[in-house]
């Protein structure tokens, strides 16, 4: 198992983060013939503007000094399409969204989640993957959605925990 990005460290490069997923969403939306409109570019912007995961809502509140009022709808268009368009993830059981590390290639995608600061780190896994394959087949069941979420603390965070 490798972490395809580490929790921050203090040398991390957030702008670069931010650039990087901007110029990956503008090649892959043309290469797949979609529209990388303004309100979606900067909705993604906004995703990748932290590691944690981030609402729906709280991006219509950072967007609400940039341009007139921003329906929710238009914004939730906005994140299905980037997320049908592998750019973003999902993560049901927070009901808020984190960027793709790994955009325009088909994988399966398990996060890790700090409950303390909140920032988040997406990791792949064969064994893993292998392993709910191996049970769901044995058990004769069909995976129709696969969400793996584990909730704990980063490394940075557990000495702050255990002095509280």
Request: with cysteine; hydrophobic share 45%; charged share 20%.
């Amino acid at each position: 198992m490798a972490l395809d990005d580490p929790f921050l460290s203090a040398s991390h490069d957030h702008d670069h983060c931010i650039e990087t997923a901007l110029g990956r969403a503008v090649a892959i939306c043309a290469h797949q013939g979609a529209r990388l409109t303004a309100l979606r570019r900067r909705v993604l912007e906004l995703v990748w503007s932290s590691h944690a995961p981030i609402g729906a809502y709280q991006i219509m509140e950072m967007m609400r000094g940039e341009r007139s009022r921003v329906a929710p709808p238009t914004v939730y268009r906005a994140l299905d399409f980037l997320a049908d368009n592998g750019l973003i993830h999902r993560l049901d059981t927070l009901n808020a969204f984190i960027g793709c590390s790994r955009p325009g290639v088909g994988h399966k995608a398990y996060f890790l989640i700090c409950r303390h600061c909140g920032n988040a780190v997406e990791f792949a896994d064969t064994a893993l993957d292998a392993a709910i394959a191996d049970a769901s087949h044995r058990a004769g069941f069909a995976i129709e959605v696969e969400t793996v979420e584990l909730r704990g603390l980063c490394a940075a965070c557990r000495p702050l925990s255990a002095n509280s």
